[in-house]
């Protein structure tokens, strides 16, 4: 089926570091979701985006929608131990009927602790 | 947010038998459920979406015949693996969500691991 190209795919943090992770699609979405999931876990929400170009934030947390409707980034500042896990985007676009479409996830990016 | 909860959360059975797994909303009426497949180190794949008291409709490459989607009521959904097989173990995942609701009022369950052997 569709999916997103999320980058980096993994990526080891040290703690107090900044991340930037981003998701790009050839479609266009209505709706862009970041979900954090840990393992034997499923996705949690942690931001949804619904406007074009909309910046928003969640504590440490900062995900925008970008102004094409094609792409997305989530940024985590200061990092710390338990933002450990793998980070899925998912977009939402329209059904030609007009109803929802259904959530398309992007490959995920493992965030790992430096050795 | 809402909860979700899947029962049970583990099960190994052996090669041929058939396998339920349940999905319900605890606290909302879910008039629309999913249900997802995720293989190790692999993304989240919708196997197919149910809306209570219709059928279910399946993604293209899933077998409906194999996976039976009952959702009888707007709190539960139940997704039987018939003869299973060692390639069907996996992690699957449930989500809820109202009708008309936006993105991000579908709740994700804590998902199944399921061991075929």
């Known amino acids: 089926g569709q999916q997103l190209n999320q980058n980096p795919q993994s990526m080891f943090i040290q703690e107090g570091e900044d991340v930037s992770m981003n998701c790009t699609s050839s479609?266009?979405?209505?709706?862009w979701l970041w979900y954090k999931q840990d393992p034997g876990e499923g996705p949690v929400l942690l931001i949804a985006?619904?406007?074009?170009?909309e910046l928003t934030s969640n504590g440490r947390l900062t995900a925008q929608f970008g102004i094409t409707r094609k792409d997305s980034f989530l940024n985590i500042s200061a990092s710390i131990p338990s933002d450990v896990g793998i980070y899925f985007c998912?977009?939402?676009?329209?059904?030609?009927?007009?109803?929802?479409?259904?959530?398309?996830f992007g490959k995920g990016t493992k965030l790992s602790v430096k050795p | 947010g809402a909860v979700v909860s899947q029962h049970p959360s583990r099960v190994i059975c052996k090669s041929g038998t058939s396998v339920k797994i349940e999905c319900r909303s605890l606290?909302?009426?879910?008039?629309?459920m999913f249900w997802y497949r995720q293989f190790p180190k692999q993304s989240l794949m919708l196997m197919a979406t149910s809306n209570e008291g219709s059928k279910a409709t399946y993604e293209q490459g899933v077998e409906k015949d194999k996976f039976l989607i009952n959702h009888a009521s707007l709190t539960l959904s139940t997704l039987t693996v018939t003869s299973a097989h060692p390639e069907d173990s996996s992690f699957y995942i449930c989500s809820a969500r109202t009708s008309g609701g936006r993105a991000d009022t579908q709740y994700f369950g804590p998902g199944t691991r399921l061991t075929v052997l």
């Open positions: 606290d909302f009426q879910a008039t629309t």
């Open positions: 479609s266009i979405f209505n709706t």
């Open positions: 985006l619904y406007k074009a170009g």
């Open positions: 998912a977009g939402q676009g329209m059904n030609y009927g007009g109803s929802q479409g259904n959530l398309i």
